[in-house]
């Protein structure tokens, strides 16, 4: 049980470290990616995929607990590459729209500026997923 725990968030942490190093140049490092939701890879993507490769190792890829994994797998990563980058998508055009009206002090206290980068790209999910999958391979041949 641990494995499969330890498994999923190393996978996950790994992903948003990984943001860090992608996100930063040479001279200074860009602590705020950190705690993004967007960007090469998906956290989201790795820390599913990561739990469902380790269950089906471990568990058997016939368990109930393995179709459990892959369904939830399908939704977040459904979620990460649709919903959320249409998400972004809206905030991206309110902030324009928001902008294109007068510079006003009102405008900018009720209208704060919303969020653009919240969902991935096919390749962001393509890298996480990947990235998830060889971290719960690793993590079953390891252990």
Same mark, same amino acid.
């Given at each position: 049980?641990?494995?499969?725990?330890?498994?999923?968030?190393?996978? @996950?942490?790994?992903?948003?470290?990984?943001?860090?190093?992608?996100?930063?140049?040479?001279?200074?490092?860009?602590?705020?990616?950190?705690? /993004?939701?967007?960007?090469?890879?998906? /956290?989201?993507?790795?820390?599913?995929?990561?739990?469902?490769?380790?269950?089906?190792?471990?568990?058997?890829?016939?368990?109930?607990?393995?179709?459990?994994?892959?369904?939830?797998?399908?939704?977040?990563?459904? +979620?990460?590459?649709?919903?959320?980058?249409?998400?972004?998508?809206? @905030?991206?055009?309110?902030?324009?729209?928001?902008?294109?009206?007068?510079? +006003?002090?009102?405008? +900018?206290?009720?209208?704060?500026?919303?969020?653009?980068?919240? @969902?991935?790209?096919?390749?962001?999910?393509?890298? @996480? /997923?990947?990235?998830?999958?060889?971290?719960?391979?690793?993590?079953?041949?390891?252990?």
């Amino acid at each position: 049980m641990y494995q499969i725990l330890i498994t999923s968030l190393a996978a @996950g942490i790994i992903a948003q470290l990984s943001k860090l190093l992608i996100k930063s140049n040479k001279i200074k490092l860009n602590w705020r990616s950190l705690s /993004s939701y967007a960007g090469m890879p998906s /956290s989201h993507a790795a820390f599913v995929v990561s739990l469902t490769t380790i269950v089906g190792l471990t568990q058997n890829f016939y368990s109930p607990l393995f179709a459990i994994c892959f369904i939830f797998s399908i939704l977040v990563i459904r +979620d990460a590459l649709g919903v959320r980058r249409y998400l972004g998508q809206h @905030g991206e055009i309110i902030n324009t729209l928001v902008k294109d009206l007068k510079e +006003d002090k009102m405008l +900018d206290d009720a209208y704060p500026k919303l969020l653009e980068k919240i @969902g991935h790209t096919p390749a962001q999910i393509i890298a @996480g /997923s990947a990235l998830g999958f060889f971290i719960g391979l690793a993590s079953y041949l390891i252990f």
